[in-house]
């Protein structure tokens, strides 16, 4: 197939299935799905040509003569990553002859095609024996029928492994799904907004320890009037999972979790707009944001010129001590707005310290995530009062007189008694 048959095509296919061209008053129920049926039938083997070329690029080592790995090529030629992900998969797999023959057909997509290569892999991965030809061909028919038979590629991995599962429990030596951990995965994946969704297929063992960890953290807590934690289950759940971080965050930049590698956050701010920040992962940020981060995550800030030069990296001091938070715990108890426990606060600086705040017991406090997410951008302020302890002033919606208010650990005093 050369450039000018593709030329060709892509001409006709313009020509005829562009809205403009198409006369909807004419149209009628069956024509629009026998078109969207063929359609399909294209999108099919387009994609299939789309997996053979990946293939030839492989082969011909375009990507390494540019000095990169084919899925950057793949990406930089317009492919979405995740697309380019499912073709390197299955250009690799070139065993299984049965799913190849039905996505060059176009009865066959390429999001099911991969759900079933991946599907015989987890089975492969889950059989404590060598997986026979004959067997791999029994499972690749089975899941070949589930996808004939309408399941999404979700639904079909489900089967596939059902059946690594069901393999394992009849082999000698095989075991339990809950058991193995070689079958464990997490995948984090962003979005283009920079929000991060989370998909873990755990053992039991881990299972277990994060299950009962984000059960304790996510206990409800009480509002200050005595009301019910107006937060869903599911935000509990949430604020406990960044409660189990921070604490993992504190431990390897403190070196008390034993690693051999030293765990430290970055957020990149550019010399010409401090307020500009950025992290590695998940991309811009809000100044209030990364005056958050900046509080108590072992965040280092690394400052660059326009060419994206580090020009400094942040002082360590910033960073409250033990010592300083167990002086917070012992006055403010817990959190100072909802009165969260002090194992899920962060020690927060009063006045930012990037504004030159100091890292002293007169300008700290604890809070916990969600508190400490009002106080940066929800309207809500602290200051410290002449009593030494900290005081929250509420925004206008609030309380349009903005008066004080004393931390959780004291709300029996007057609130007359000013700051």
């Given at each position: 197939m050369s450039d000018h048959d593709l030329a060709e095509i892509l001409d006709v296919i313009i020509d005829n299935l562009t809205e403009p061209s198409i006369d909807q008053k004419s149209l009628t129920d069956r024509h629009a799905t026998e078109v969207m049926t063929q359609l399909r039938l294209i999108r099919n083997l387009v994609d299939h040509l789309c997996v053979v070329f990946t293939g030839h690029l492989e082969q011909l080592h375009v990507a390494t003569h540019q000095g990169r790995k084919l899925r950057e090529l793949l990406i930089c030629m317009g492919y979405p990553p995740a697309v380019a992900q499912r073709y390197l998969r299955l250009a690799a797999a070139t065993d299984i002859p049965r799913v190849t023959a039905s996505t060059a057909l176009g009865s066959l997509s390429s999001e099911h095609a991969d759900a079933i290569i991946r599907g015989l892999t987890h089975i492969a991965h889950r059989s404590p024996e060598e997986v026979t030809p004959d067997m791999r061909h029994d499972h690749t028919i089975a899941l070949l029928s589930h996808a004939g038979a309408g399941m999404a590629p979700s639904d079909i991995q489900k089967y596939a492994r059902q059946l690594g599962n069901q393999l394992a429990a009849d082999t000698d030596g095989g075991l339990p799904a809950a058991e193995d951990r070689s079958v464990n995965e997490l995948s984090l994946h962003h979005d283009a907004d920079g929000r991060l969704a989370v998909t873990a297929d755990l053992d039991v063992t881990v299972g277990e320890k994060l299950?009962?960890?984000?059960?304790?953290?996510?206990?409800?807590?009480?509002?200050?009037?005595?009301?019910?934690?107006?937060?869903?289950?599911?935000?509990?759940?949430?604020?406990?999972?960044?409660?189990?971080?921070?604490?993992?965050?504190?431990?390897?930049?403190?070196?008390?979790?034993?690693?051999?590698?030293?765990?430290?956050?970055?957020?990149?701010?550019?010399?010409?707009?401090?307020?500009?920040?950025?992290?590695?992962?998940?991309?811009?940020?809000?100044?209030?944001?990364?005056?958050?981060?900046?509080?108590?995550?072992?965040?280092?800030?690394?400052?660059?010129?326009?060419?994206?030069?580090?020009?400094?990296?942040?002082?360590?001091?910033?960073?409250?001590?033990?010592?300083?938070?167990?002086?917070?715990?012992?006055?403010?108890?817990?959190?100072?707005?909802?009165?969260?426990?002090?194992?899920?606060?962060?020690?927060?600086?009063?006045?930012?310290?990037?504004?030159?705040?100091?890292?002293?017991?007169?300008?700290?406090?604890?809070?916990?995530?969600?508190?400490?997410?009002?106080?940066?951008?929800?309207?809500w302020a602290v200051i410290m009062g002449a009593d030494r302890h900290p005081w929250l002033i509420p925004p206008a919606t609030v309380d349009p007189k903005q008066r004080p208010q004393p931390a959780y650990n004291r709300r029996t005093m007057r609130l007359d008694d000013a700051a």
């Open positions: 299950s009962t960890a984000i059960d304790v953290l996510s206990a409800p807590v009480p509002q200050p009037d005595g009301s019910h934690d107006p937060r869903s289950t599911e935000r509990r759940q949430a604020d406990a999972l960044e409660t189990l971080l921070d604490a993992a965050v504190r431990g390897l930049a403190d070196d008390t979790i034993p690693t051999t590698t030293r765990l430290e956050v970055l957020m990149i701010r550019s010399a010409d707009d401090p307020a500009a920040a950025s992290l590695p992962h998940s991309g811009p940020v809000t100044e209030s944001t990364a005056d958050m981060l900046s509080c108590d995550s072992a965040v280092t800030d690394i400052t660059t010129n326009g060419d994206g030069v580090p020009l400094n990296v942040g002082r360590r001091k910033r960073f409250f001590t033990n010592a300083q938070r167990k002086a917070y715990i012992v006055r403010d108890d817990g959190c100072i707005k909802c009165g969260a426990p002090a194992s899920r606060c962060h020690a927060h600086h009063i006045q930012p310290w990037s504004e030159g705040g100091a890292t002293d017991l007169d300008n700290g406090c604890l809070l916990c995530p969600s508190c400490h997410d009002d106080i940066h951008h929800g309207g």
